[in-house]
Structure formats: structure tokens, C-alpha cells
């Protein structure tokens, strides 16, 4: 079974309707729950004692990574909620009131 570690408490609502919390820390979890776009947001990796990442040579590149991962996790949020800015049909009505 798949683990990540969550730095953002969130709560998953799954397809089939039920609802996952997910406390700071390290979970196994299933292979559709690592790869969802809201799981990925509130994820990631495990930080080292002191809370730095320890540089080094490749620091540049996983910071390049992480931001190109935020950019695809943005990207995918965008997708499924619908057009960037729009509002939901229930926000709308009250705006006009």
C-alpha cells in the first residue's frame, strides 16, 4: 500500500460519497487516493529534523518540481470545478439580490 505524508489537514470527499480525514503525518492509503488532485495539494514530502530541506545539489531541481507539480495540481482543480472566476449558480443568485 502506497504512503504519503500529509502537512495540511484535509478532508477527502471520495466518489462513492464517503468522506476521509487525514491528520498531519504519514497514511497508507490506495493508489487512487495517492494520484487525486486534493490529496496531492495537502501532501508531500516528509520533512527532514530542523524543517529545511538540506540544499545540496539537486535542491534546485526538486524546488523546479514542486512547482511544476503545484502548477499541475492547480491545473487539475481548475479542470474539475469548471472555468477560472466563474461562480457557482447558488453565489450567483445572491449577487444579483
Known amino acids: 500500500m502506497p ?13 462513492d460519497g464517503t468522506r476521509k480525514s487525514f491528520s498531519v503525518g504519514d497514511h497508507d492509503v490506495d493508489k487512487d487516493v495517492v494520484d487525486h488532485w ?3 495539494l495537502h501532501s508531500g514530502d516528509k520533512p527532514t529534523v530542523g524543517g529545511r530541506s538540506g540544499g545540496g545539489p539537486d535542491a534546485g ?5 514542486s512547482a511544476e507539480q503545484r502548477q499541475s495540481v492547480a491545473a ?3 479542470a ?7 461562480q457557482p449558480p447558488s453565489a450567483a443568485a445572491k449577487s444579483t439580490k
Not at 504512503?3 to 466518489?15: A, G, S
Not at 531541481?61 to 518540481?65: I, N, Q, R, W
Not at 474539475?80 to 466563474?86: H, N
Open 76 to 78: 487539475a482543480r481548475e
Open 3 to 15: 504512503m504519503i505524508h500529509v502537512h495540511t489537514p484535509f478532508t477527502l470527499n471520495k466518489d
Open 61 to 65: 531541481l526538486k524546488a523546479m518540481a
Open 38 to 40: 486534493y490529496v496531492k
Open 80 to 86: 474539475s470545478v469548471g472555468v477560472r472566476g466563474a
